[in-house]
T-cell receptor
Framework: QKEVEQDPGPLSVPEGAIVSLNCTYS??????FMWYRQYSRKGPELLMY????GNKEDGRFTAQVDKSSKYISLFIRDSQPSDSATYLC????????????FGKGTKLSVKP | DTEVTQTPKHLVMGMTNKKSLKCEQH?????MYWYKQKAKKPPELMFV???????INESVPSRFSPECPNSSLLNLHLHALQPEDSALYLC?????????????FGPGTRLTVT
C-alpha cells in the first residue's frame, strides 16, 4: 500500500460546482498537510497548509483533515474555469527533514 | 512575497553538453530543494540544502551536481545526461528544515535531453 493515495481523475465539473478532492494515507506519523495547485507546465503553488484535525478556510477553498480516519480533503466552492489544474496533496511527518510525500495529483477540469 | 525564480525556463541539451540550472529566492529562507517531475507524476525529491550545506541526497546519479553558493542561490550542474533525464526540474525553498515549514516552489525549468 502506498503511503498516500489520491485518485488521479480526471475530474470534470461544470462551472459553479462544489469540488471535493481527497487523499488517504497510512502513516499516522504524518502531521502536516498541504495542498498544491499545479497548472500545466508550471510549478506547484501552495494553496492550503494545515497541521491539525478540522477545517481551514481561505476564500473559496476549505481544507479538511481527519487524522483518526487518515483522510484529508480540499473543497472548492463556486468552481471557476481558472481552477482547472492538477491538485496535489503533500504530507510530512513531524521528524521529516524536508521530504514531502506527494499524492499522484488529481486533474480537475471546470467547464464554462 | 513568496517568489522562487528559476532560469532558464526551457533548456535543450545534448548528452555530451554541460549546463546549469539556477534558482533564486529572497525570502530569507535557509532550506532549498531540487525536485524532478516527470509528466503526470508528482515531484520527486533530489537534494536538500540547509544553511548552504547539503543535507539530503536522494541517491541521485552523479551526472547531477548541486551547489549552494549562498543562502539565496541554488544551482544544479548537469553533465552527460541521458534522454530519460528529460523532465521539469523544480526548485523550492522553506524557512528551515523543520517539518512545520511550508515549501514554496519555483516555476521550474523544462529540460529536454536529445
Amino acid at each position: 500500500q502506498k503511503e498516500v493515495e489520491q485518485d488521479p481523475g480526471p475530474l470534470s465539473v461544470p462551472e459553479g460546482a462544489i469540488v471535493s478532492l481527497n487523499c488517504t494515507y497510512s502513516n499516522s506519523a504524518f502531521q502536516y498537510f498541504m495542498w498544491y495547485r499545479q497548472y500545466s507546465r508550471k510549478g506547484p503553488e501552495l494553496l492550503m497548509y494545515t497541521y491539525s484535525s478540522g477545517n481551514k478556510e481561505d476564500g473559496r477553498f476549505t481544507a479538511q483533515v481527519d487524522k483518526s480516519s487518515k483522510y484529508i480533503s480540499l473543497f472548492i466552492r463556486d468552481s471557476q474555469p481558472s481552477d482547472s489544474a492538477t491538485y496535489l496533496c503533500a504530507l510530512r511527518d513531524g521528524g521529516s527533514q524536508g521530504n514531502l510525500i506527494f499524492g499522484k495529483g488529481t486533474k480537475l477540469s471546470v467547464k464554462p | 512575497d513568496t517568489e522562487v525564480t528559476q532560469t532558464p525556463k526551457h533548456l535543450v541539451m545534448g548528452m555530451t553538453n554541460k549546463k546549469s540550472l539556477k534558482c533564486e529566492q529572497h525570502m530569507g529562507h535557509r532550506a532549498m530543494y531540487w525536485y524532478k517531475q516527470k509528466a503526470k507524476k508528482p515531484p520527486e525529491l533530489m537534494f536538500v540544502y540547509s544553511y548552504e550545506k547539503l543535507s539530503i541526497n536522494e541517491s541521485v546519479p552523479s551526472r547531477f551536481s548541486p551547489e549552494c553558493p549562498n543562502s539565496s542561490l541554488l544551482n544544479l550542474h548537469l553533465h552527460a545526461l541521458q534522454p530519460e533525464d528529460s523532465a521539469l526540474y523544480l526548485c523550492a525553498s522553506s524557512p528551515g528544515l523543520a517539518a512545520a515549514y511550508e515549501q514554496y516552489f519555483g516555476p521550474g525549468t523544462r529540460l529536454t535531453v536529445t
